[in-house]
Structure formats: C-alpha cells, structure tokens
C-alpha cells in the first residue's frame, strides 16, 4: 500500500484565504483590524525564522502584525510589563509569546499573564481548563491543524483508536484532548510506556510529537492507519553534499508510507497548518472582544 499524502501546505492555503475574507469582512462591516502581537526573546535562530513567517503570514491575511524582539536577557518584570500593556492595547487581538523562553524566565508565570481572551496559543491556564472541560477555549494552533487535517480526511473520528506520541503541554495534551472531544478512544504515549511498538500498532491514528528524528518506524503502523507527523527536526544530510542538512519528522516517511492509508509530509505537512491556525484563532479572538 502506498499512502495518501495529506497535504497540509494546499490546506493552510484553503484556511488563509478563508481567514482574509473574514478579516476583508471586519475591516469592512465594523472598521476593525485584527492585531496580533508576536514577543521574541532573546535570537534562537528556529524560533526567529517561526516569528518571521508568522509576522509576513499575519499581514498577507490583510492582518496588523506587532513584533516585539527583546534581549536574552530581558528581566521578568520587563517582559511582564510589556505583556501588561499588550493585554491593555485594543488594537492587539491575540498575543503569542514564543517558546522556548531563556532559563531565568518562568514560563507559566509569564504565559499565565497574558489575558486569556488574546492567548491564541491557547496556553493559559485558564484555556487549558476550558478544553480539558469540554468548554468554548483558544485551542492550541498545532493540535487544533492536526485535527483539521483528520476530520477533512476521515469525516467522523468517533470510536476510532488514537494513540498521541508525546505529552507536551504544546501539542501531546490538548492533542488528546481534541480527539476525545471527537470521541476518539485515546492513548497518550511516551518516553516511559512499556512496549511503544505494540502500543502504536494498535492505533487508526498516529500523532507524532516527540522531537526525536524518524523514531516511528513503518513496522509500528497498523496497515491503513493515518499517521500525522508533528516533528520538525533538522539532521545532516551528506547525500547532498557535506556540511548539507535537511529536514525530518518524528517518523521514518518512506517506511510509514509504505504501510499507512494517509500521512503528512515533513515539510509540508502539519506546520504549515500551525500558523494558518494562528491567524484563525487572531480573528476569532477578535470576534469575541467585539461582540
Ligand atoms: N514554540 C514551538 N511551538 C510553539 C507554539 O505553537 N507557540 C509558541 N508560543 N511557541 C512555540
């Protein structure tokens, strides 16, 4: 069996343009722009090129972008205050703090004083809540494209065996969370479970989240199962020449292929649904602060 190649980048596509339409719409109908502010801090070069593509996707939707790069060594107080004024700034929508943040910097405190109406990574306390409740939340980008991509192949999820590798607050967590909303019977597997392969086999649908270069081999899938590939790795690659790399996901793609009825590429597959998922969630955060 060779796989169907779920196209994640054609997607993102179909949801940016609904994206600017709506955005088209709010400029139009009620003079309202929606603003999203994007803070860097510090110059990890992954997440410099994550910020970049999210500024120039945010205004090619006919979105304000507000990009705020401090130093690695921003204080705790500083980034606070800054969060302080975004949260207070009517013309920003959603605001996104890129993670990982440098050490001296707690996470948690910092994401959990961005007022939960603008977080659009869906990472408050109060948004994980709502989700883990089944209540109306900021979904995850990541997760939320993921699950995009499974009901527009599948249709209905319901009683299917979903098995997410990886339980990141980022991905692995809301991931699960998403497909038991769908009525999926879930596992979550991870750096502890005994007998991974065995466990995966088991699964219509594989999420792939760990962050380990093609970990999944194609003689974990059950034949026909859809493997959703959320790894974004970087590995050498002297086939093109030295010193050349390329990127990877946390699956082996050729073997997964081979054996799976569906799969997302890497790249191409699920991080260009992310940001397409960003700008939604920009414009529904919108939305709801203007009634
Ligand atoms: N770093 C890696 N993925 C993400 C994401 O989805 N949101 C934020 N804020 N940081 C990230």
Redesign the pocket.
């Known amino acids: 069996m060779s796989a169907t190649v779920i196209d994640g980048k054609a997607f993102a596509a179909t949801v940016r343009e609904k994206v600017a339409a709506h955005v088209a719409r709010l400029k139009a109908d009620h003079g309202v722009t929606p603003g999203l502010a994007v803070v860097l801090v510090g110059e990890d070069p992954a997440s410099q090129v994550?910020v970049r593509s999210k500024g120039k996707m945010t205004v090619e939707v006919g979105m304000n972008s507000y990009e705020h790069k401090l130093d690695v060594d921003t204080s705790e107080a500083d980034l606070l205050a800054l969060i302080d004024r975004l949260n207070g700034d009517p013309d920003v929508h959603g605001i996104?703090?890129?993670?990982?943040l440098p050490g001296h910097l707690d996470e948690d405190l910092v994401i959990n004083a961005i007022d939960p109406a603008k977080d659009v990574?869906g990472f408050h306390i109060s948004n994980v809540g709502l989700l883990g409740t089944g209540q109306k939340s900021m979904v995850?980008?990541?997760p939320l494209g993921c699950l995009m991509m499974l009901r527009a192949h599948h249709g209905d999820l319901s009683g299917m065996d979903a098995v997410v590798i990886g339980r990141s607050k980022?991905v692995g967590k809301p991931m699960a969370q998403l497909l038991l909303g769908d009525s999926c019977t879930v596992t979550i597997a991870h750096s502890r479970t005994k007998d991974l392969p065995q466990v995966v086999r088991r699964a219509d649908i594989v999420v792939a989240a760990v962050g380990r270069p093609q970990m999944v081999p194609g003689d974990w899938i059950k034949p026909g199962a859809t493997v959703i590939d959320v790894g974004i790795n970087r590995i050498d690659a002297p086939e093109k020449g030295a010193g050349k790399t390329r990127l990877v996901g946390d699956v082996d793609y050729d073997s997964c292929a081979a054996i799976a009825g569906a799969i997302t590429p890497v790249p191409g597959g699920v991080g260009p649904m992310?940001i397409a998922c960003l700008l939604a969630n920009t414009v529904t955060a919108c939305c709801r602060a203007n009634g």
């Open positions: 994550y996104l703090v890129q993670l990982p990574d995850p980008c990541t980022i992310t």
